[in-house]
């Protein structure tokens, strides 16, 4: 969409935005007509996407500060004035590393969520977007996960730091007024329509994104999945397209405007996918019958975590439109010119 056709005007302040999902959110928010003002230190993301597109847009559409959120996210607000809506990607998410180093999980996750929380609360912006994860429901007693679903995240650290940041957020809206939107995400995959902007976390935990990448030759790609209870073996998870996640902000953002009570949706596409089926569909696409190596086996792997989309789909009107296949074809284009992701 062309600067003669914008829409929207509003700022948002994207935090966590030099990582996958929220790089890709800067370019769909900028797309879609908003200014954009980034937060991240670096220590998993990258400064890449964000030049990409600040000369693209131009640096009154998008600005991006280099600073930890614990220490500097005052400045920022300080800086930007009249910051409409925060959204709140920023944070530690691999489970497994989780399990290892709790203190990482439980020391940054919840502390730049107090920080963010109070800087809002100081330069009066009520409203915020959390990206929150399916983890928080703990073992599925449904087929379909519905936001009434029995709420457990005492698997591993990082479902807890993740549930402990939504309760912080709720003292915020009940203390000071802070109104939100909980967006549990599933299985997050895919990069850029036009394979511009994707994921670079090393070693990668995103299944398609490992199999796209095996199939391309760049990394050997090993099942870690166990021996599951379902019709081939391998767990069964929710696979939704990081534009139509990112998309489904967009939705909340316009949602919280006319809104003064917070809510929480589920964010996954309704249909699940085993790991051979996910495996199947980058080889039919990509043409390549690469090996699979057999990995380290993951533990606590649950057999199946599919989204209920109906709450989602009636209330904000979202519904997903990628396939699988559009996110293998994205993969492929973002592996093929960033082999390694991004650089810086
Ligand atoms: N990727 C998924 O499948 C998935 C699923 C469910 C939920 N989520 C949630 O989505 C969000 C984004 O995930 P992602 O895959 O883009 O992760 P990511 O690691 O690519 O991005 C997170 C970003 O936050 C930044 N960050 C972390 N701590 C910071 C700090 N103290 N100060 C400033 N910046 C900091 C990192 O540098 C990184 O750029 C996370 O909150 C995650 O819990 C992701």
Redesign the pocket.
């Known amino acids: 969409m062309g600067s003669g056709t914008l829409i929207h005007m509003k700022k948002i302040l994207i ?9 890709v959110a800067c370019n769909l928010f900028l797309e879609t007509g908003y200014e954009i003002v980034g ?8 400064k890449g996407p964000l030049q990409q597109l600040q000369s693209k847009y131009g640096e009154e559409k998008i600005r991006f500060y280099e ?4 220490t ?1 996210i005052h400045s920022v607000f300080e800086k930007e004035s009249d910051i409409d809506t925060v959204i ?7 489970v497994g590393e989780s399990e290892l180093h709790p203190e990482l999980y439980f020391g ?2 919840i ?2 969520t107090v920080a963010l929380l109070e800087a809002m609360h100081k330069y009066d912006v009520k409203k915020i977007v ?6 928080v429901y703990g073992e599925p007693q449904k087929d379909f996960i519905d936001e009434s679903h029995l709420v457990d995240p005492s698997s591993h650290p ?1 479902s807890a730091s ?1 549930y402990m940041s939504e309760r912080i957020i709720n003292w915020y809206y009940k203390i000071h007024g802070i109104n939100y939107i909980f967006l ?6 895919g990069a850029t329509d036009d394979g511009s902007i994707g ?3 090393k070693p990668s ?2 299944l398609m994104q490992n199999a796209v990448r095996g199939a391309l030759g760049i990394d050997e790609f090993k099942l870690t999945c166990p021996k599951v209870n379902t019709p081939d073996g391998t767990p069964i998870r929710d696979y939704v397209n990081v534009i139509d996640l990112n998309n489904a902000h967009i939705k909340a953002v316009d949602y919280l405007d006319s809104r003064s009570v917070p809510d929480i949706f589920n964010l996954g596409t309704g249909v699940g996918n085993s790991v051979l089926e996910i495996v199947a569909v980058v080889k039919k696409i990509t043409g390549k019958e690469f090996e699979i190596v057999q990995g380290e086996l993951r533990k606590g792997d649950v057999s199946r975590a599919v989204a209920s989309n109906e709450k989602i789909s009636s209330i904000l009107g979202w519904k997903p439109t990628h396939s699988l296949e559009d996110s293998v074809k994205s993969l492929v284009t973002w592996y093929t010119s960033h082999p390694h992701g991004w650089e810086e």
């Open positions: 935090t966590g935005a030099g990582g996958y999902i929220g790089s937060i991240d230190n670096y220590i998993r993301g990258f600073e930890d959120i614990r500097g709140h990607y920023a944070a530690f998410c691999d940054n996750n502390s730049i959390f990206s929150s994860t399916c983890a990082y993740k549990r995400y599933f299985n997050v995959c994921d670079s976390k935990f995103h």
